[in-house]
């Protein structure tokens, strides 16, 4: 019997009323921005991450929208697989890695064994077997190997793209402004970042006073000190930590002082000859030294000395002057003065000590001369 072909009935919608058009209306709405919300917050999770683990953007990327393993769902624990991997360890318990079987190798040689061991197995033990595969995910760790040459690189690589961008920017849209980038802890390898433009330059140079770098190494030196951080805890720290942190400040500002006068060099704070080889030679003090004169901080007498030593530092309470020509006459006339009236202001130099070989010498030049003068 032929088959009579059927007519396909229409159907018929009824006609979407103001109101459901705008409800319709506003549930797309909704959609659209909770995907554009979802989106931004994965990009910004993405940049977050990226100058957090210090990789780049396009990697970061990568991983989290293209390739990335942790937003897909592990495949689950196959009992089958758990179970050959336990006999494995079984098998290769107590032996070296050179002598290991390897897993093929072991289902080849006992694969009948493997499947009748496997057959006997209950649901409660194969649970038991997915349960410390499950353990054993949570367990493993991946090993970050710190590489301070990559890292560097990493840095280099990063601030010189973001050099250009902001040259583009203030060159576009003709904006002002800079940025400073120090590393955040001793470990670190990277040298200051800094990126002035010319009226950001000439403000910290008539404002802060300050040459842009010598502003750098005043926030590393802030950052790296710890003195950044407020102290929580009530133990005090080591005297010697203390006395070193005094000499690192004072020696950096010294530094800084010396570029001020266009001195570049690897100059040495000098406590013991302070007068004469720091004021003398080159024409800047150090001002509100609190305990009378300026002296090696680990001679000042204990800790309570070095505490408030390290505070004045730290507030500028104690900083460095350039003295003036007519300061720097004043002071050398004022240092004769005093070492005159037997305060030890210069450092007297050590004598030459006379060696066994010069006396020996000149005794056998006396009885030269004495031997001459009796033949005579």
């Known amino acids: 019997m032929a088959r009579t072909p059927s007519t396909k009935a229409k159907v018929t919608r009824a006609k979407l009323s103001a109101g459901q058009k705008r409800e319709r209306h506003e549930k797309r709405v909704a959609l659209a921005d909770a995907i554009n919300t979802a989106r931004d917050s994965y990009v910004q999770e993405a940049q977050d991450i990226a100058q957090a683990h210090r990789r780049s953007l396009k990697w970061t990327r990568s991983q989290l929208f293209l390739k990335s393993r942790m937003l897909q769902q592990r495949r689950r624990v196959n009992p089958w697989n758990a179970f050959l991997m336990a006999k494995l360890r079984e098998e290769n318990e107590g032996r070296s890695s050179g002598e290991r079987v390897k897993l093929t190798q072991f289902i080849t040689n006992n694969r009948d064994k493997l499947l009748r061991a496997y057959a006997k197995l209950t649901p409660a033990d194969k649970r038991v077997l997915e349960l410390d595969v499950l353990a054993a995910r949570q367990a493993k760790l991946k090993a970050t190997r710190a590489n301070p040459k990559a890292l560097r690189h990493d840095v280099n690589a990063t601030f010189t793209s973001m050099d250009r961008e902001w040259r583009a920017s203030c060159a576009r849209t003709g904006a002002e ?22 009226k950001a ?43 070193s942190e005094c000499r690192t400040h004072i020696q950096e500002e010294f530094e800084c002082i010396l570029i001020k006068k266009k001195k570049f060099g690897n100059y040495k704070m000098n406590y013991d000859n302070y007068e004469k080889k720091i004021v003398e030679a080159h024409g ?93």
């Open 177 to 198: 402004g800079f940025y400073i980038a120090v590393r955040g802890s001793i470990e670190d390898f990277a040298e200051p970042k800094i990126f002035f433009t010319e």
């Open 201 to 243: 330059e000439k403000f910290a140079k008539a404002v802060l006073d300050l040459e842009p770098r010598n502003l750098a190494l005043k926030l590393e030196s802030w950052v790296i000190s710890g003195l950044n951080v407020p102290s929580t805890s009530n133990r005090q720290r080591p005297l010697n930590k203390l006395v």
């Open 284 to 376: 800047v003090a150090l001002v509100g030294w609190p305990s009378g004169r300026v002296r090696n901080p680990g001679r000042l007498g204990g800790r309570a000395a070095a505490e408030q030593l390290l505070n004045a530092l730290v507030n500028e309470k104690c900083y460095w002057v350039i003295l003036s020509d007519e300061e720097l006459e004043q002071r050398k006339v004022d240092n004769k003065v005093r070492q005159a009236r037997g305060e030890q202001v210069y450092k007297a130099r050590k004598a030459k000590g006379v060696s066994a070989k010069a006396h020996k010498s000149a005794d056998n030049i006396g009885d030269a001369d004495d031997e001459s003068s009796d033949d005579e």
